[in-house]
């Protein structure tokens, strides 16, 4: 199933030279949209700050889930971890794309 998004930079529509919008598609367009949700759910806010280590794993486990709920992403393969202060989350597409997304 191809996805198809509108491209999504720094909070704006990214436009073309000529004004037009432009366009995010597969595996990047399911990057956008992890990265989004991440945002939307608060995930990100959440994890700022938080040291303990049970807190942190229950909430890269929630992401995980949200990731598996997404019909492009295949089951069983999300895998989201902390390094550092930043967020990893990779996955494979259900068209075996390999998905790493930083936030």
Not at 29 to 56: F, L, P, S
Not at 79 to 99: F, H, K, M, P, Y
């Amino acid at each position: 199933m191809p996805s198809i998004d509108l491209l999504i930079q720094d909070d704006d529509i990214v436009l073309s030279s000529i004004g037009e919008p432009l366009l995010v598609e597969g595996v990047n367009c399911v990057a956008q949209d992890i990265r989004h949700m991440i945002r939307e759910k608060g995930y990100a806010w959440r994890m700022i700050g938080e040291r303990n280590q049970t807190t942190i794993n229950a909430l890269c486990t929630e992401i995980e889930i949200e990731m598996e709920n997404d019909e492009r992403i295949y089951p069983g393969t999300a895998n989201v971890t902390l390094s550092g202060e930043s967020l990893i989350c990779e996955a494979q597409t259900i068209d075996s794309e390999r998905l790493v997304v930083k936030v």
